[in-house]
């Protein structure tokens, strides 16, 4: 069974660019996380799924990031325009949509990089 | 407030030695604790989760409410056990909805 996938594994872009990340979560969960680990920090929840309903997205930092999961299948994590400290690992995961729905299997990340 | 505490940013210890790692936790609600583990260029797996009260890879960690702590254990460490460790609080909201919230992360180096 494939894991969860995550695209690009590492993205290094100029301040003020935009970059797209992209997370395909296990076939058949509908929970789907965004999480990121900025440098020096622990990593943060940024928001959540339920197939295509955004069902918690109080983690996201601010209006510069847009998170979408047209269909309720992948999702993507726009940033636009990136800023520096946007550097970071950012994580996606998915879990099932009864039982422990906080058993959730990681991705092996995005290292983005904004210079 | 909800946070997740690891005092240490690293622990070094000689294989065969005890390991513990610390994690503390705040929060009003019914806890719900796990360990993950990311060894090195794997992705993030959960080791361990307090519910299930089980032993993985030799290690085991149990919830002490009073203490507030959920610290990891394992009698005798192996060099493969090298990695780094996330205590982590899972938080349930309304309509099903959770998250995860991590400590900082505890660096284990278990030396030859």
């Known amino acids: 069974e494939a894991g969860v996938t995550q695209f690009p594994s590492h993205s290094v872009i100029e301040k003020g660019q935009t970059v797209t990340l992209r997370c395909d979560p296990i076939s058949g969960h509908d929970n789907l996380y965004w999480y990121r680990r900025v440098m020096g920090k622990e990593i943060k929840f940024l928001l959540h799924?339920?197939?295509?309903?955004?069902?918690?997205e109080s983690g996201m930092p601010n209006n510069r990031f847009l998170a979408e999961r047209t269909g309720g299948t992948y999702s993507t994590l726009k940033v636009q325009p990136a800023e520096l400290e946007d550097s970071g690992v950012y994580f996606c995961a998915s879990s099932l949509r009864k039982g422990p729905i906080l058993e959730a299997f990681f991705g092996q990340g995005t290292r983005l990089t904004v210079v | 407030a909800q946070r997740v505490t690891q005092p240490e940013k690293l622990l070094s210890v000689f294989k065969g030695a005890p390991v513990e790692l610390k994690c503390n936790y705040s929060?009003?609600?019914?806890?719900?604790l796990f360990w993950y583990v990311q060894y090195s260029r794997q992705r993030l797996q959960l080791l361990l989760r307090?519910?299930s009260r089980e032993s993985i890879k030799g290690f085991t960690a149990d919830l002490n409410k009073g203490e507030t702590s959920f610290h990891l254990k394992k009698p005798f460490a192996q060099e493969e056990d090298s990695a780094m460790y996330y205590c982590a609080l899972g938080v349930h909201g309304s309509s099903n909805t959770g998250k995860l919230i991590f400590g900082q992360g505890t660096t284990l180096q278990v030396k030859p």
């Open positions: 929060y009003s609600g019914s806890p719900e």
């Open positions: 307090h519910i």
């Open positions: 799924f339920v197939k295509e309903s955004k069902q918690d």
